[in-house]
Nanobody, 122 residues
Framework: QVQLVESGGGLVQAGGSLRLSCAASGRTFSSYAMGWFRQAPGKEREFVAAINWSGGITYYADSVKGRFTISRDNAKNTVYLQMNSLKPEDTAVYYC???????????????WGQGTQVTVSS
């Protein structure tokens, strides 16, 4: 069992930056791939970024490539999402998740956090 708690969301102006954190419980954190998804009002949850168990492989949605960076610290049981050059269309609730491998579909992840709100003003 893995419990995930996101933090770091907030209100930021367009062009600004935020860093999201996701703290995981459990001794097996380092065995999971981790991902970030987001869901805007009235829209489906969409893939943002993922990282494999060691941090050596990352994958991004085209909409965030070059602006967002996913990383992890297995010693701290934490995964991060550094978000730069934020745009109003990045506004959403951001969810952290854990699964057996890098994937872009929600069904491929076993554990989810409660989400953290990110609002980007124009």
């Amino acid at each position: 069992q893995v419990q995930l708690v996101e933090s770091g969301g907030g209100l930021v102006q367009a062009g600004g930056s935020l860093r999201l954190s996701c703290a995981a419980s459990g001794r097996t954190f380092s065995s999971y791939a981790m991902g970030w998804f987001r869901q805007a009002p009235g829209k489906e949850r969409e893939f943002v970024a993922a990282i494999n168990w060691s941090g050596g492989i990352t994958y991004y949605a085209d909409s965030v490539k070059g602006r967002f960076t996913i990383s992890r610290d297995n010693a701290k049981n934490t995964v991060y999402l550094q978000m730069n050059s934020l745009k109003p269309e990045d506004t959403a609730v951001y969810y952290c998740n854990a699964g057996p491998g890098i994937a872009t579909m929600t069904a491929d992840y076993d554990y989810w956090g409660q989400g953290t709100q990110v609002t980007v003003s124009s």
